[in-house]
């Protein structure tokens, strides 16, 4: 779960989270799935991973292609700041699974280290130092129990407002009409998740465990924050920070030059076998919810079904550009602590991979499971879709009307044929063929770093 923010400034520090004490939070919404078990729609998502990794060359050990329709044109800011679109993304944990939903209300990483922080066993021979330890921890428990199930409902409530689309992303609409609310209740419950954070903290100064005093300091230290920049908040609360290697705009620029990114492509056909996700780093992918195959006609998105069951069908995607841009969290985590830790020490309850008594700190249902460290982006997708006779007939008059067509996490707007756009149908060819006219990047995958798998 994501601690969000808070506008006035004595309560706009760290949001550590307590999604320790609800693992399942970080699990897969949807079971793994094999690629014999999976339907039509979850087979184009399969094949289409499997030609990112064939096409371009990005590794199953750490890629995951993700939806929905991301793009990439966060704004330039102030050094010192982030946009709220740059940091909900960058802080997101990513779902375990080779193909992933990306949601801006989801777990922060800084939340999931601060919560696995805080189940780290405080060693003390003190009995009385033992006795106020877990009681501060039991008090710490309790606030953030209340403010958990405060977030959990304003969760429940942006997802009903904006359908899933990340837009506007959670951060920004914490300060709409709809969401000042929660904002509100958000604030108060997080002020005394503070109080009791910090009466913890300070008796970990009389604690013998290793490095978790300072990996405590550490993430409470404000020089390794940023500033989020929102236009829908009246201040700029502070937030555990987040670097990107190149920002959009710049990117693009050397793009447009000749000297950024590189030219690619990918394709694959549904008569092909399915990609093995065994052999990705999830060992496998939920069952995908946004639908692989639409056309937008009429302002509306519809289902392209003989595209998904046409076994003729051939996709080609290339990429005027497209990059990894890595994604590092500052120096408020400590990563050779979280190494070091692997095995414990942890308080009663918690294991490090989990058991029939004990809750996970690693792993898939873990408290920690994986980092986002980098993303796929790309500029100017250009398409062909080749289709059999009866696909194509079927399909036309649609194509002809179009306002728009979806292929996975690609959104292409234009229209069939239109002398506008260029989409073009060819009857000879039994093929749909078209190019992004949008000026803006996309994102259409993270590089992932698994946190001490077993």
Same mark, same amino acid.
């Given at each position: 779960?994501?601690?969000?923010?808070?506008?006035?400034?004595?309560?706009?520090?760290?949001?550590?989270?307590?999604?320790?004490?609800?693992?399942?939070?970080?699990?897969?919404?949807?079971?793994?799935?094999?690629?014999?078990?999976?339907?039509?729609?979850?087979?184009?998502?399969?094949?289409?991973?499997?030609?990112?990794?064939?096409?371009?060359?990005?590794?199953?050990?750490?890629?995951?292609?993700?939806?929905?329709?991301?793009?990439?044109?966060?704004?330039?800011?102030?050094?010192?700041?982030?946009?709220?679109?740059?940091?909900?993304?960058?802080?997101?944990?990513?779902?375990?699974?080779?193909?992933?939903?990306?949601?801006?209300?989801?777990?922060?990483?800084?939340?999931?280290?601060?919560?696995?922080?805080?189940?780290?066993?405080?060693?003390?021979?003190?009995?009385?130092?033992?006795?106020?330890?877990?009681?501060?921890?039991?008090?710490?428990?309790?606030?953030?129990?209340?403010?958990?199930?405060?977030?959990?409902?304003?969760?429940?409530?942006?997802?009903?407002?904006?359908?899933?689309?990340?837009?506007?992303?959670?951060?920004?609409?914490?300060?709409?009409?709809?969401?000042?609310?929660?904002?509100?209740?958000?604030?108060?419950?997080?002020?005394?998740?503070?109080?009791?954070?910090?009466?913890?903290?300070?008796?970990?100064?009389?604690?013998?465990?290793?490095?978790?005093?300072?990996?405590?300091?550490?993430?409470?230290?404000?020089?390794?924050?940023?500033?989020?920049?929102?236009?829908?908040?009246?201040?700029?609360?502070?937030?555990?920070?987040?670097?990107?290697?190149?920002?959009a705009t710049t990117w693009l620029n050397k793009v447009k030059s000749g000297s950024g990114g590189s030219k690619g492509s990918i394709g694959f056909s549904n008569s092909e076998a399915q990609y093995d996700y065994k052999q990705?780093?999830? &060992? $496998? #992918?939920? /069952?995908?919810?946004?639908?692989?195959? =639409?056309?937008?006609?009429?302002? *509306?998105? %519809?289902?392209?079904? +003989?595209?998904?069951?046409?076994?003729?069908?051939?996709?080609?995607?290339?990429?005027?550009?497209?990059?990894?841009?890595?994604?590092?969290?500052?120096?408020?985590?400590?990563?050779?602590?979280?190494?070091?830790?692997?095995?414990?020490?942890?308080?009663?309850?918690?294991?490090?991979?989990?058991?029939?008594?004990?809750?996970?700190?690693?792993?898939?249902?873990?408290?920690?499971?994986?980092?986002?460290?980098?993303?796929?982006?790309?500029?100017?997708?250009?398409?062909?879709?080749?289709?059999?006779?009866?696909?194509?007939?079927?399909?036309?008059?649609?194509?002809?009307?179009?306002?728009?067509?979806?292929?996975?996490?690609?959104?292409?707007?234009?229209? &069939? $044929? #239109?002398? /506008?756009?260029?989409?073009?149908?060819? =009857?000879?060819?039994?093929?749909? *063929?078209? %190019?992004?006219?949008? +000026?803006?990047?996309?994102?259409?995958?993270?590089?992932?770093?698994?946190?001490?798998?077993?």
């Amino acid at each position: 779960m994501r601690k969000h923010l808070i506008q006035s400034p004595e309560a706009s520090n760290l949001m550590k989270g307590f999604d320790a004490l609800d693992p399942l939070a970080l699990a897969s919404e949807h079971p793994l799935v094999a690629p014999e078990g999976i339907d039509a729609n979850d087979k184009a998502w399969n094949h289409l991973y499997g030609a990112m990794v064939d096409g371009l060359n990005v590794s199953p050990s750490n890629f995951q292609l993700i939806y929905p329709f991301t793009t990439w044109d966060w704004p330039i800011v102030p050094t010192g700041y982030t946009s709220a679109a740059q940091w909900d993304f960058c802080s997101s944990v990513p779902q375990f699974s080779a193909t992933g939903e990306y949601t801006s209300a989801g777990t922060a990483f800084n939340d999931s280290y601060g919560s696995m922080l805080n189940v780290v066993s405080a060693a003390t021979t003190d009995p009385k130092l033992k006795a106020d330890i877990e009681q501060a921890r039991n008090m710490l428990q309790l606030a953030a129990n209340n403010y958990d199930t405060i977030y959990k409902q304003s969760v429940d409530a942006y997802q009903t407002e904006t359908g899933g689309t990340n837009t506007p992303v959670y951060t920004e609409w914490l300060g709409t009409m709809g969401g000042r609310s929660w904002q509100s209740q958000l604030e108060s419950a997080w002020k005394n998740v503070q109080a009791q954070q910090a009466v913890y903290n300070q008796l970990l100064s009389e604690t013998t465990t290793p490095g978790l005093k300072d990996a405590q300091d550490r993430l409470d230290n404000k020089d390794y924050y940023t500033k989020l920049q929102d236009p829908t908040l009246s201040t700029f609360p502070a937030v555990p920070g987040y670097s990107i290697s190149m920002d959009a705009t710049t990117w693009l620029n050397k793009v447009k030059s000749g000297s950024g990114g590189s030219k690619g492509s990918i394709g694959f056909s549904n008569s092909e076998a399915q990609y093995d996700y065994k052999q990705t780093w999830a &060992g $496998g #992918s939920a /069952s995908i919810k946004k639908v692989f195959w =639409s056309v937008n006609v009429g302002g *509306s998105w %519809e289902r392209i079904d +003989e595209f998904a069951s046409d076994s003729s069908l051939k996709v080609d995607i290339s990429f005027q550009a497209w990059d990894q841009i890595s994604i590092t969290a500052s120096r408020w985590y400590n990563g050779a602590f979280v190494n070091a830790i692997q095995n414990g020490p942890f308080i009663r309850g918690y294991s490090p991979y989990g058991d029939t008594d004990t809750k996970a700190v690693w792993g898939p249902d873990g408290i920690m499971s994986v980092q986002k460290v980098g993303m796929l982006v790309c500029y100017k997708p250009k398409f062909t879709i080749t289709v059999s006779n009866s696909t194509f007939k079927s399909f036309s008059e649609k194509w002809e009307v179009s306002a728009g067509l979806r292929i996975g996490p690609f959104n292409f707007s234009g229209g &069939g $044929g #239109s002398s /506008s756009s260029g989409w073009q149908s060819n =009857s000879a060819t039994n093929s749909f *063929s078209g %190019e992004s006219t949008a +000026e803006t990047a996309l994102i259409m995958g993270t590089n992932i770093n698994l946190i001490n798998p077993e």
